[in-house]
């Protein structure tokens, strides 16, 4: 058994073939056909995939707008960042989100620009527009992309430095 919350195995505490655990999946399979049919079999999840190009090419505007005609952006100093690695980062966090339950919970934009954020930051890019933030150029509301953020932090361990290379809360990402 997959614990979802926590990411790890469960052992199950009861028997796989004893009367209580089939009691247990007959009622479990009961009450998801009562949710079907409450639901009228209607089940349509919006996939985050066509907000994350379309913020994605938002993005690709605004740093040709900004006179950064290859389309990248100042990480830092010494090198820049295409669009497109910022692309294939965010897709991979997109991907990443379908281990977690955002896509029940969250609307698909926001999932997407919350991807596109934490790439990002991951990349150490910095905003091209100066006197703003990435949360302010993708029109990202900080209260909406947290809880994103912690679901996919949960998710992987290549989040963790994500939020301690920006600092503390006042000055970093969230």
Not at 14 to 37: F, G, N, P
Not at 43 to 72: E, F, W
Not at 85 to 110: H, M, W
Request: aromatic letters at 10%; glycine letters at 6%.
């Amino acid at each position: 058994l997959l614990d979802f919350e926590g990411g790890g195995w469960i052992e199950p505490s009861v028997q796989v073939k004893s009367a209580d655990y089939m009691l247990a999946k007959d009622r479990i399979l009961l009450l998801e056909r009562i949710v079907l049919h409450t639901l009228s079999f209607d089940i349509n999840i919006v996939h985050p995939y066509k907000a994350l190009l379309d913020a994605m090419k938002q993005l690709h505007n605004r740093c040709i707008q900004n006179g950064l005609y290859d389309s990248t952006m100042p990480p830092g100093p010494d090198s820049k960042i295409s669009t497109q690695e910022v692309f294939q980062f965010a897709t991979g966090l997109v991907n990443d989100s379908y281990l977690t339950r955002l896509c029940l919970i969250s609307k698909p934009e926001v999932i997407a620009k919350s991807c596109i954020i934490m790439a990002l930051y991951a990349m150490n890019a910095t905003p091209f527009m100066p006197g703003t933030d990435w949360f302010v150029m993708l029109k990202v509301n900080k209260e909406e992309f947290f809880p994103v953020f912690q679901m996919l932090e949960k998710r992987s361990k290549m989040y963790e430095g994500v939020i301690e290379r920006k600092g503390t809360k006042s000055d970093g990402i969230v």
